[in-house]
């Protein structure tokens, strides 16, 4: 299982959100050198399957973000399908239900040691209250969030994504113990686009964060690399 990041670097994974696997192997070979590991999303892997995994997966360790959300005979089947892959970190909606994580994790159990990261999305960094409560949940997000996060730790989840806003009322809760991965950050200055509970990347480790997932404020930099560069440079070491 891929270790907590020990170093400023190691704590930032780039989202490398194309359908194109040519640019998609462009950005993980410039980016690897500089971050801990590098996310593969929905983009990617509806446009090229499995074989856009194995074709990063030389550069560094891949997480899968596939969000799986289904019933727990079928989101097993699909970590079962995934192993051979060998992400270092997955995801699953914790909206799916204690069973369906219990399901997951008994499915991943099968890889060993070399088992990824089971990581529970809790709610979704676009969502605000409003959205939220358009779907049916009063409360407001970091109710939500808690509940989610309690319900997915105890299913077997590894840990969770959240946002970086949630992020010290996790640690209140439940501690060291959960790795926290967390999109929504955005480096001061930075375009928020659909992204609706953000934070700085500074900000989110000093909350407790584990992992920084971030996508544009990188990718869609004239020099990725440097720009990955500079929000490393802004962490503490
Ligand atoms: O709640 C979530 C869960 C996953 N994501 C993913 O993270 C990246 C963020 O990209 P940016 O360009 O930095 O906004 C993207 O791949 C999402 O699918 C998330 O944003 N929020």
Do not use: Y
């Not at 899968?64 to 727990?72: G, R, S």
């Not at 997915?152 to 640690?171: N, Y």
């Amino acid at each position: 299982m891929l270790d907590r990041p020990g170093s400023a670097a190691a704590r930032i994974i780039p989202a490398i959100d194309t359908a194109d696997p040519a640019r998609a192997e462009v950005l993980a070979a410039a980016l690897a050198p500089g971050c801990g590991a590098l996310k593969l999303g929905l983009e990617l892997f509806t446009a090229e399957g499995p074989e856009a995994v194995r074709r990063i997966a030389p550069h560094a360790p891949v997480f899968l973000d596939l969000k799986l959300h289904d019933i727990p005979n079928t989101v097993a089947g699909a970590v079962r399908s995934l192993l051979p892959l060998r992400p270092a970190m997955l995801t699953l909606h914790a909206g799916g239900g204690a069973a369906m994580i219990t399901a997951a994790r008994e499915a991943a159990e099968a890889a060993g040691a070399a088992r990824p990261i089971l990581l529970a999305v809790t709610v979704l960094t676009s969502i605000d209250a409003a959205t939220l409560a358009e779907t049916g949940v009063a409360g407001g997000t970091v109710q939500q969030v808690l509940r989610l996060a309690r319900l997915a730790l105890a299913a077997g989840a590894d840990g969770l994504v959240c946002s970086p806003q949630e992020v010290a009322r996790i640690r209140d809760a439940f501690g060291q113990a959960p790795m926290l991965v967390v999109p929504g950050v955005r480096p001061a200055g930075s375009a928020l686009g659909d992204q609706a509970r953000v934070a700085t990347p500074a900000e989110a480790v000093a909350a407790g964060a584990d992992w920084l997932v971030i996508g544009r404020p990188i990718t869609g930099a004239a020099d990725p690399a440097a720009a990955l560069s500079a929000i490393v440079a802004g962490l503490p070491a």
